[in-house]
C-alpha cells in the first residue's frame, strides 16, 4: 500500500492515520469539518461529558507518547484512587489499584490528537464530505468526495480505504450499489436520553476528580435513568 484514504477525521480516522504512517504509507483523511476552534459538527456528542478511562488513556499514550502528561498540562485532570468514586446500584465499588482516569473535554483531546497526527510527514487533510467509492474491476481504487464550500466533486485515487465516519456511515449502501451485499443491520430503540452541564467544584470538593454512578446489570430501563457521572476537566 503506497497510499490509502480514511474517511473521517475524528477519534478513530486520527489514530487509523498514526498507525499507517508509522508503516510509512502516505495517508489521507477527509472530513468535512473545518477545525480551528470551537466545537465540530460531525461529532454531536461533542458538548456531553468525555472521560478517558484506563484502558482509553494507555493505548493512546501508546500511539502518542506523553499524551496523558500533555493533556494535564493543558488542565485536564488525572484522577487515581481516592479522586475517583464507582458506584454499583448505589454501592461504593473497591478500587483498582494503579487505574487513572482522565478528565477532559473532547476539543482539548481531539485537539491534541489531531496536532500530533497533523504533524506526520506522510498525513495529509482534505476538507470533504466523502460520497462515494470508486472501482477498478472488483476492487475499490478511490473515493469521491464533495468540497464544503464549492459543491464540487473531486475524486482520490487510493491503495485502500479506511470508513472511519462513525454512526454516520454509508459505507454499507456504497458498497450494495457495486452488487456486494450489505451487511445485515440491527437497530434497537433503547429510549435513553442524555444531558450534560459545566458546575464548578466547591473547594471542599478539590479532592473528588470522577464519580461514575449506575445500577446494578439487571435494571430495567426505566432505572437507567439513574446512571450519572460527574468528571473534573480544565478550567473546573
Ligand atoms: C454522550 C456520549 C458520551 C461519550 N463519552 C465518552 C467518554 O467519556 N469517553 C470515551 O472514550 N468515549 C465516549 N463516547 C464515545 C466516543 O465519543 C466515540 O466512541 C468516538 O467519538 C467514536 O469516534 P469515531 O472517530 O469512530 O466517530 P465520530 O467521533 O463520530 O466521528 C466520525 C467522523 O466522521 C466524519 N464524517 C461523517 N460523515 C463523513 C463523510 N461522508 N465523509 C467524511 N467524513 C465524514 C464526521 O465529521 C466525524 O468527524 C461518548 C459518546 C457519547 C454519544
Redesign the pocket.
Known sequence: MRHVVV???????LTAARVLSQASVRVTI????GHSGGL?N??P?RQ??????DM?RTQLDRMFPRLTRDLVADGASLASGEEIEMYTAGARKFGVPGNELVGVTRELLEGHVRRRVSAEKHVTTVR????GLEFTGPRVSGIR?REPDSGVVRELQADAVVD???????LSAWLEEHGWQAPPLERMRIDLG?ATAQIRRGEDRRGLKIVHAVPDATASIAELGDTGALAAVENT
Open positions: 474517511l473521517g477525521g475524528s477519534i478513530a480516522g477527509v472530513e468535512p469539518d465540530r460531525g461529532v456528542q456531553q461529558l468525555h472521560a478517558l478511562l482509553g470533504g464530505k466523502a460520497c468526495y472511519a465516519m462513525g454512526r454516520s456511515s454509508r442524555y
